[in-house]
C-alpha cells in the first residue's frame, strides 16, 4: 500500500519561502507523476504543481507560477515544493499526492483525481 508523508510546513512571514518535501514508500515511485494540492480553511481543495514520473515536464497552477517549483529525486522517493515569495493566500495544508497517469487538466479541474494522498502539512504566511 502506497504511503505518502509531508514534512517542511511551517509559519513564514509574507515573502519568505518553504520547502516542503514528500517521502513515498509501498510503490514504484518512479513510475508515478507526482503532484502538490493544498486546502485553505472552509475551502476545496485546488491543484497547486505536479511532475512527471521522469521529472521532464512539470505543471503550475496560474496563482503560484512563477513562484514555486516542484522537483522530484526518484533515487531517495522524494518529491519537493519550493515556495518562494509566499502570500498570506498560500496558508493551507498542503497535500502530495501520486498518479499513474499524468492528467493535470484533470487535476486543475477536479482539485482530485490522483492515486494516493498523504496526510498534509500545515502551511501558514502570515502578513
Known amino acids: 500500500q502506497a504511503q505518502l508523508a509531508e514534512s517542511g510546513g511551517g509559519l513564514v512571514q509574507a515573502g519568505g519561502s518553504l520547502r516542503l518535501s514528500c517521502v513515498a514508500s509501498?510503490?514504484?515511485?518512479?513510475?508515478?507523476?507526482m503532484g502538490w494540492f493544498r486546502q485553505a480553511s472552509g475551502k476545496e481543495r485546488e491543484f497547486v504543481a505536479a511532475?512527471?514520473?521522469?521529472?521532464?515536464?512539470?505543471y503550475y497552477a496560474d496563482a503560484v507560477k512563477g513562484r514555486f517549483t516542484i522537483s522530484r529525486d526518484n533515487a531517495k522517493n522524494m518529491v519537493y515544493l519550493q515556495m518562494n515569495s509566499l502570500k498570506p493566500e498560500d496558508t493551507a495544508v498542503y497535500y502530495c499526492?501520486?498518479?499513474?497517469?499524468?492528467?493535470?487538466?484533470?487535476?486543475?479541474?477536479?482539485?482530485?483525481?490522483?492515486?494516493?494522498w498523504g496526510k498534509g502539512t500545515l502551511v501558514t504566511v502570515s502578513s
Open positions: 499526492a501520486a498518479a499513474k497517469l499524468f492528467r493535470p487538466s484533470l487535476w486543475v479541474r477536479e482539485g482530485d483525481g490522483m492515486d494516493s
Open positions: 509501498g510503490l514504484a515511485f518512479s513510475t508515478y507523476a
Open positions: 511532475i512527471t514520473w521522469s521529472g521532464g515536464s512539470t
